[in-house]
C-alpha cells in the first residue's frame, strides 16, 4: 500500500514547533495513504510543489513556467488544472538524506518515526522535490543541481478554496528563480519532454508584480490574480493561485522591511518624472513623424511629376507668337457717324446725358 511522509499531530504540531523557545522541532511518519487522508486521523501529508520563474525588474513581470495537468492521470480534481507547482508525495525512505534516515525510532505501535530539526525538514523536502523535478519535467539532475531550489515557506489554500483534500495537505512552496536566458532555455528542454513525462500545454504565466507594487495594492492585485486564474480561462488549481499570491505578498513585504515613507516618496517622484519624460518623448516622436511624413510627401509628389514628364518621351511642341491684331473697317450700322477726334465745344456739356 502507499505511504506518504506526514507530520504527525497536523497542523497545530506545526505552529507549535515553529513557537518553541528552543528551536522547531518535527515528528514525521511514514503513513498508509487511506489513513492519512482522513481528516479526523490528524496528519498531514508534506507536499514539495516547486515553481519555475523569472522576474523582469525593468517591466516589473514575473514568469512562471506553467502546464496543464493531463486528464487521465492523478487526482481527479486536478484534471485538466493549469499548474506552476511540480512535485508530490514524499512516499518512501529513499527521499530522506541519510542523517535524517539514520534518525528513525519504532513507537510503541511498531511504527517508525522520525524526530527532526527545521534544517532537517527543509533538506527533507528539497531533497524529495529534486526527485519530482526530475520525474515530472524529463530534467536531468544536474539541471535541477543548477536551478538553487530554495525552500519559501508552507502555503496553505484560502479557507475560501480549502476542502477536505486541502485540509489533510500540506504545500511546501519551493522556489526556482532563474535569470531569463536560463528561464527561456528550461522552459524549451520542458517543452522537448512533454510527451514523455505527459503533461501538456507548457507555456509561460506572466503576472505583472511591479504594477500592483507601484499601485499600493497588494491585497487587491492578489484578489484579482485569484479570481482570474479561478476563471474557466485558466482553471488554475488551488495551489497555483495560493503560491503565486505568496510570492507576490513575499514582494510586497520585503520592500516594506527595506524602503522608508522618504524612499516611497522619491519613488513616486521618480516614477511621475519618469511617466513625463516619455510623454514628451512620444509627442516628439509624433511631431517627427508628422514632418517626415510631408518630406515624404513632397517627395513622393515630384517623383511622380518626373516620371510623367519622362513617360510622354517626346520634345517640347513649339508655337507661333500670336498676329499682333490690327482693327479693320467695318460696316457695322451702330458703328456712329460722328468725328470722334474733333474736340468738344467749349459750351458743350461734357456729362453725360441723363
Known sequence: MK??????????????????????????QFVDRDVCEKPENNYVQLFPYVSISSYDHQTGNVGYIRYRRPLGQGEERLHDRISVGFGGHIDSEADLPEDVAALGDVNANGL???????????????QAARREMIEETGLSG???????????????????????????????????????????????????????????????????????????????????????????????????????CSDIQYQADFLRDKLSLTDLYHAILLKDSARQAAEAELAAQAAQS??????????AVNELADKAIQALD?????????????????????????????????????????
Open 290 to 299: 508628422a514632418a517626415n511624413d510631408n518630406v515624404s510627401m513632397d517627395a
Open 142 to 244: 544536474e539541471d535541477v543541481d543548477a536551478m538553487n531550489l530554495k525552500f519559501a515557506k508552507f502555503v496553505r489554500e484560502s479557507d475560501e478554496m480549502l476542502d477536505d483534500v486541502g485540509r489533510v495537505r500540506l504545500c511546501a512552496y519551493i522556489v526556482a528563480q532563474l535569470a531569463p536566458s536560463k528561464f527561456m532555455k528550461t522552459m524549451s528542454q520542458i517543452q522537448a519532454a512533454a510527451e514523455q513525462t505527459e503533461i501538456r500545454d507548457v507555456d509561460i504565466l506572466t503576472i505583472n508584480l511591479g504594477e500592483m507594487l507601484m499601485d499600493f495594492n497588494v491585497q487587491g492585485g492578489m484578489q484579482a490574480v485569484s479570481t482570474t486564474l479561478s476563471s474557466d480561462k485558466y482553471k488554475a488549481e488551488n495551489w497555483t493561485i495560493a503560491a503565486i
Open 314 to 354: 517626346c520634345a517640347p511642341v513649339e508655337t507661333e507668337e500670336p498676329a499682333e491684331f490690327v482693327p479693320q473697317e467695318t460696316d457695322d450700322p451702330y458703328q456712329p457717324d460722328v468725328d470722334t477726334s474733333a474736340s468738344p465745344a467749349a459750351d458743350t456739356p461734357t456729362d453725360p446725358a441723363v
Open 3 to 28: 505511504k506518504a511522509l506526514c507530520l504527525i499531530g497536523g497542523l497545530a504540531a506545526l505552529a507549535a514547533a515553529s513557537a518553541a523557545a528552543e528551536g522547531p522541532s518535527y515528528l514525521l
Open 112 to 126: 517508525v518515526q522520525y524526530r527532526v530539526t527545521g534544517e532537517q525538514l527543509v533538506r527533507v523536502l528539497l
